[in-house]
């Protein structure tokens, strides 16, 4: 959600900072701004609504911004609609017109999140001579940052920690004084941000891709922390003003990652990426056909004494925990339960102490499920992380972190990363197994033997897209679509549906099989697609049945089932397979070909694939 970009060095500010903006639009956004100092008290400020091409078209590409100290910020409305006079950055003084141009204010900044008592803050500013421009929670912060400066006549770090502890909220603030205007101030809590330094120059960005380019040696600023950025120099400071010694971490992934690689789009080609990143991921955590997590922390010990598991996460990591209910429970013999990490942060969830809370996470900023990661630590419950960013927040707080290596995924719609997070809880299943002796060895390494092999099927599936696409194309008038499936097909089906509803905005629900009786029924009509995912051999006859039912009331059907349940051509009007394997983990196999059909369909609606309208990739404010 939103995105920031800094920068102060020997160059010119404006392009770098539009090159790390471009870099970010996966978040989502619907306007955009930079503001730039050339070493004078004044900057110029240039906003704009839309794609951030108009931009660079209205800066000539950043040239026509002298200056080598900039911010820049892609905004996803919160407070106020879209427009030119809410876009960021936003200043202390008053903005005329539409708020490009040169100014003269004490403090310019820009910030993601949501601040939740700028009312009350905005009140206490108007009675202190204040104006406002905007409808933004944004620029209440920077006044409010110019007030206690102004007030107490104190330096950059102390005003801006005087205004953090009145500000209620999640946020990731970027600030520039008049009086410093070789220097650029930085303040988070909750919303993400690091900050690079290379060659005697220094980088700000609320996601990694943003200076890939630059430095792969990064800084993560921690909650009710600050930043002091000078060029090739940054310090770091907590509330009370006091210098904070950090490590940098180096980013293993190259920019050249970060970048489509000569496919059409981030979405279809982080699907072929998959086969690798599982490889990966896999090879980070077996050894001679041998889990091990010790490398986290986690030991024999620790997983003998879970006495339950509770998962935690959204979206498609919800989705995840719910392939990963079925799998644990089956193999380790353990009780799962999935919670939304939203619903589960504002409830008062029974966990006993021997509860492992589990929360999946791809950016490990997620808001809710970083709320909830703090909830179980409050009550003293152990919590292990599997997530794909090192360094974020959840990997930060989190007792145990299992890391994906699914490496930059750009596409709001996830798809490798998904597919990683299900291949590290099926090892976690595997090892909570042997360790509580649930499973013998030769059933142990016939697992292990199995999800090795889950690549080279993958690749497999995408060698036969084409007939995916050719199908897409037929249904891409489809206003209503359901999928459907038994035990983890079901599992898989809500991840069907979701990458389905979420690029081609067709309405789709995911509905366990045998609760279409119960209601669901009543809305199949001629002609609406019902997709029956088939993966469990046990209920293949079951599922079936339903889409029977579905067929005699006029539905149009989809099968996704493995190689050898050929009778399913006799109902469907379409059926795709994948290659057998183990029941457990056929999932990852199942999703591929509704990925690919959820991308398709995009295509031929003609959509923006890889940034879906509405929708931003790390949802890092409630």
Same mark, same amino acid.
């Given at each position: ?9 020997k160059?010119?500010a ?5 090159e ?8 989502? @956004? ?20 839309g ?10 590409d950043g040239k ?6 900039g911010i820049?910020?892609?905004? =996803?409305?919160? +407070?106020?609609? !879209?427009?030119?006079v809410?876009?960021?950055? +936003? ?5 005329k ?5 040169? $100014? ?16 009350e ?6 009675k ?5 421009y ?9 006044k409010l ?8 006549k ?6 801006i920690?005087?205004?953090?502890v ?10 520039? #004084?008049?009086?410093? !205007? ?14 690079g330094? %290379? ?7 609320s996601d990694?891709p %943003?200076?890939?380019?630059?430095t ?17 120099? $940054? ?9 904070i010694e950090?490590? !940098? ?13 000569? #496919?059409?789009?981030?979405?279809? *080609? ?5 086969p690798?990143?599982?490889q ?16 986290a922390g ?11 598991? &509770?998962?935690?996460a959204?979206g498609? /990591? =919800? ?24 619903? #589960? ?7 006993d ?6 929360c ?6 997620t808001a809710d &499920? ?5 909830? %179980?630590?409050?009550r003293g419950?152990?919590?292990?992380s599997?997530v ?8 930060r ?23 990683c ?18 499973i013998?060895?030769?059933?142990y390494k016939q697992?292990?033997d199995?999800i090795?092999?889950? !690549?080279?099927?993958? &690749?497999?599936?995408?060698?036969? *897209?084409?007939?995916?696409? =050719?199908?897409?194309?037929?249904i ?16 898989i ?13 067709? +309405?789709?629900?995911? @509905?366990a099989?045998?609760?279409? *009786? +119960? ?7 001629n002609?609406?697609l ?9 209920l293949?006859?079951k ?17 996704v ?20 394997m183990?029941?457990?983990f ?8 509704l ?6 369909v995009?295509?031929?609606?003609g959509l ?6 509405n929708? /931003?990739?790390?949802?890092t $404010?409630?």
């Amino acid at each position: 959600m939103c995105g920031i970009v800094g920068f102060i060095g020997k160059r010119q500010a404006a392009p770098i900072l539009l090159e790390g903006l471009s870099k970010l639009e996966y978040r989502g @956004y619907d306007s955009a701004g930079i503001a730039v100092r050339n070493g004078k008290a004044k900057a110029e400020i240039v906003k704009t609504v839309g794609k951030l091409k108009n931009l660079a078209e209205k800066t000539d590409d950043g040239k026509a911004v002298i200056g080598n100290c900039g911010i820049g910020h892609t905004r =996803w409305a919160t +407070h106020g609609g !879209p427009s030119q006079v809410n876009a960021h950055p +936003h200043v202390s003084g008053v903005l005329k017109g539409q708020g490009s141009g040169i $100014v003269d204010s004490n403090v310019i900044g820009v910030h993601n999140g949501i601040i939740e008592n700028y009312q009350e803050l905005k009140e206490k500013l108007l009675k202190n001579g204040y104006e406002f421009y905007s409808e933004t929670d944004t620029e209440v912060a920077i006044k409010l940052i110019d007030y206690y400066y102004k007030k107490y006549k104190v330096g950059p770090i102390d005003a801006i920690a005087k205004a953090m502890v009145r500000i209620r909220g999640s946020y990731a603030l970027e600030i520039m #004084f008049s009086d410093y !205007p070789d220097e650029i101030y930085v303040a988070r809590k909750e919303s993400p941000m690091i900050i690079g330094i %290379a060659d005697g120059e220094t980088y700000v960005a609320s996601d990694v891709p %943003a200076i890939l380019n630059h430095t792969r040696s990064v800084y993560y600023i921690d909650n009710n922390e600050m930043a002091r950025l000078l060029p090739g120099k $940054v310090e770091f400071y907590d509330l009370n003003g006091d210098i904070i010694e950090k490590e !940098p971490v180096e980013i293993k992934y190259s920019a050249e990652a970060a970048e489509r690689g000569g #496919f059409e789009h981030f979405m279809i *080609k982080e699907i072929h990426e998959q086969p690798k990143v599982i490889q990966d991921t896999y090879n980070s955590f077996v050894k001679n056909g041998k889990i091990s997590f010790k490398d986290a922390g986690v030991d024999d010990e620790i997983l003998k004494n879970v006495s339950n598991i &509770t998962i935690v996460a959204c979206g498609s /990591a =919800w989705h995840v925990g719910m392939a990963a209910q079925y799998v644990i429970e089956d193999i380790a013999k353990i009780p799962v339960r999935v919670e939304l990490a939203s619903e #589960f942060r504002y409830r008062k969830p029974l966990l006993d102490k021997n509860t492992l809370v589990v929360c999946i996470s791809q950016s490990g900023e997620t808001a809710d &499920t970083l709320a909830a990661l703090r909830e %179980a630590k409050n009550r003293g419950n152990k919590t292990l992380s599997i997530v794909n960013v090192v360094g974020s927040s959840i990997a930060r707080e989190s007792d145990y972190v299992l890391y994906t290596l699914a490496g930059p995924e750009i596409s709001v719609a996830t798809t490798k990363a998904y597919s990683c997070q299900l291949v590290v809880t099926y090892l976690l299943a595997l090892e909570l197994g042997r360790a509580r002796e649930t499973i013998d060895e030769k059933a142990y390494k016939q697992y292990v033997d199995e999800i090795a092999g889950i !690549p080279n099927c993958i &690749t497999k599936i995408l060698e036969d *897209k084409e007939r995916l696409q =050719w199908f897409a194309s037929k249904i891409v008038n489809a206003k209503d679509v359901f999928f459907i499936g038994r035990g983890i097909d079901y599992a898989i089906s809500l991840e069907g549906s979701l990458k389905l509803k979420e690029v081609s905005y067709i +309405h789709s629900e995911a @509905y366990a099989a045998g609760e279409l *009786k +119960h209601g669901t029924i009543s809305l199949i009509e001629n002609g609406t697609l019902v997709i029956g995912v088939l993966g469990q051999d046990k209920l293949f006859e079951k599922t079936i049945s339903n889409m029977v039912e579905c067929k005699s009331r006029g539905a149009y059907l989809m099968g996704v089932t493995s190689f050898g349940k050929y009778e399913i051509e006799d109902i469907s009007d379409f059926v795709t397979y994948v290659p057998k394997m183990d029941s457990h983990f056929i999932g990852s196999l199942l999703v591929i070909p509704l990925q690919l059909l959820g991308y398709y369909v995009s295509v031929s609606k003609g959509l923006d694939v890889d940034k879906p309208r509405n929708l /931003a990739k790390s949802v890092t $404010v409630e």
